[in-house]
């Protein structure tokens, strides 16, 4: 038999129509388009303004998107992860109402959370569930509605966050392409440089967190930047010296779109040139979860099949880690 390994066969995409510009920033916070954009690479974020949609409705959008461009049967899909750090509630699965909703309804489905690192994490979820060939076709969703956790009197968190998905599926192959290795990594170092404080069972929901504000998310900018930086570049660069890679065998680079620095930092140490990083950080800024797969909708026409293609990211908890992948298909 031969040896089968996960491919994405298939890319999906969804942002808002709304756009908050630095422009529309400077008249709600102390800040300037020019500080923005200097130190993170954003111009501006997609926003749902509908208060009564979820990170679900943009998950839906995404997968449905998928589904029509690949003319393939819902009804195939095997299993629907979702990756979000904003479910649409506690306890009930995002998941399952996303897997329902878009009619693939012999699937199970969960949600899968390790902050800004939950996609990337989940390619590797989708990854060994082909390759344990109990199945076929495995839908993995990145969604996150951050202005939901978003203080916009925080200028420290306000500028950088936006709303979006993006959805792959993932099918098994068997002449070597897709999913080649991982370098996936976890620190709770980070636990108090990145969090929402109140709302889980450490500091459940009262009148106290709320009044006290305690249920957006908060950063420390400069130890998170400098974690990310750190440990972004050092999984990249290993997983290319684990696999004998060169920054010439290197055709994509496709990084957690967090802060442009960190980016280039990342770049830097892979040896890359620029025209192999792909960035849309400068549209939708940090869409958490939705990041590297909304890089794979917007770039997917540069794709060739047999390009290598190296992902990483950085998220709160810390999570960290980098994949190496090579594309299936050519763009129809």
């Given at each position: 038999?031969?040896?089968?390994?996960?491919?994405?066969?298939?890319?999906?995409g969804?942002?808002?129509?709304?756009?908050?510009?630095?422009k529309?920033?400077?008249?709600?916070?102390?800040?300037?388009?020019?500080?923005?954009?200097?130190?993170?690479?954003?111009?501006?974020?997609?926003?749902?303004?509908?208060?009564?949609?979820?990170?679900?409705?943009?998950?839906?959008?995404?997968?449905?998107?998928?589904?029509?461009?690949?003319?393939?049967?819902?009804?195939?899909?095997?299993?629907?992860?979702?990756?979000?750090?904003?479910?649409?509630?506690?306890?009930?699965?995002?998941?399952?109402?996303?897997?329902?909703?878009?009619?693939?309804?012999?699937?199970?489905?969960?949600?899968?959370?390790?902050?800004?690192?939950?996609?990337?994490?989940?390619?590797?979820?989708?990854?060994?569930?082909?390759?344990?060939?109990?199945?076929?076709?495995?839908?993995?969703?990145?969604?996150?509605?951050?202005?939901?956790?978003?203080?916009?009197?925080?200028?420290?968190?306000?500028?950088?966050?936006?709303?979006?998905?993006?959805?792959?599926?993932?099918?098994?192959?068997?002449?070597?392409?897709?999913?080649?290795?991982?370098?996936?990594?976890?620190?709770?170092?980070?636990?108090?440089?990145l969090?929402?404080?109140?709302?889980?069972?450490?500091?459940?929901?009262?009148?106290?967190?709320?009044?006290?504000?305690?249920?957006?998310?908060?950063q420390?900018?400069?130890?998170?930047?400098?974690?990310?930086?750190?440990?972004?570049?050092?999984?990249?660069?290993?997983?290319?010296?684990?696999?004998?890679?060169?920054?010439?065998?290197v055709?994509?680079?496709?990084p957690?779109?967090?802060?442009?620095?960190?980016?280039?930092?990342?770049?830097?140490?892979?040896?890359?040139?620029?025209?192999?990083?792909?960035?849309?950080?400068?549209?939708?800024?940090?869409?958490?979860?939705?990041?590297?797969?909304?890089?794979?909708?917007?770039?997917?026409?540069?794709f060739?099949?047999?390009?290598?293609?190296?992902?990483?990211?950085?998220?709160?908890?810390?999570t960290?880690?980098?994949?190496?992948?090579?594309?299936?298909?050519?763009?129809?």
């Amino acid at each position: 038999m031969s040896t089968i390994t996960a491919a994405i066969t298939a890319v999906g995409g969804y942002v808002p129509d709304f756009v908050l510009s630095n422009k529309e920033l400077e008249k709600m916070v102390d800040t300037n388009d020019e500080w923005i954009t200097t130190r993170t690479g954003i111009k501006e974020r997609r926003i749902l303004k509908d208060a009564d949609k979820g990170t679900s409705f943009l998950a839906i959008k995404a997968a449905q998107d998928l589904i029509t461009k690949s003319n393939i049967d819902p009804l195939e899909i095997d299993l629907v992860l979702m990756a979000t750090a904003t479910a649409d509630m506690p306890v009930a699965a995002t998941g399952a109402h996303v897997a329902t909703s878009i009619g693939a309804t012999n699937a199970f489905a969960y949600d899968l959370q390790a902050a800004c690192s939950s996609f990337l994490f989940g390619m590797s979820t989708a990854a060994a569930y082909i390759q344990s060939g109990r199945y076929k076709k495995v839908l993995l969703i990145g969604a996150d509605k951050m202005s939901s956790i978003v203080d916009y009197t925080d200028r420290a968190t306000c500028i950088i966050f936006g709303d979006g998905a993006g959805a792959v599926l993932f099918e098994p192959n068997y002449e070597g392409y897709g999913l080649r290795d991982e370098y996936l990594r976890s620190d709770s170092v980070g636990r108090d440089f990145l969090k929402i404080p109140a709302g889980g069972s450490l500091l459940p929901t009262s009148i106290e967190t709320v009044n006290g504000n305690k249920h957006n998310i908060i950063q420390d900018g400069k130890t998170v930047f400098k974690y990310a930086v750190t440990n972004m570049a050092d999984a990249s660069e290993l997983i290319l010296k684990r696999n004998n890679l060169t920054n010439e065998d290197v055709n994509w680079l496709v990084p957690h779109q967090a802060n442009k620095r960190i980016i280039d930092a990342t770049a830097h140490r892979m040896n890359l040139e620029d025209d192999k990083v792909l960035m849309n950080i400068e549209k939708y800024g940090n869409t958490t979860s939705a990041t590297l797969p909304l890089v794979l909708y917007d770039f997917e026409h540069l794709f060739k099949k047999g390009d290598t293609i190296i992902f990483a990211a950085f998220g709160g908890g810390f999570t960290w880690g980098s994949i190496y992948l090579t594309w299936a298909y050519d763009k129809k």
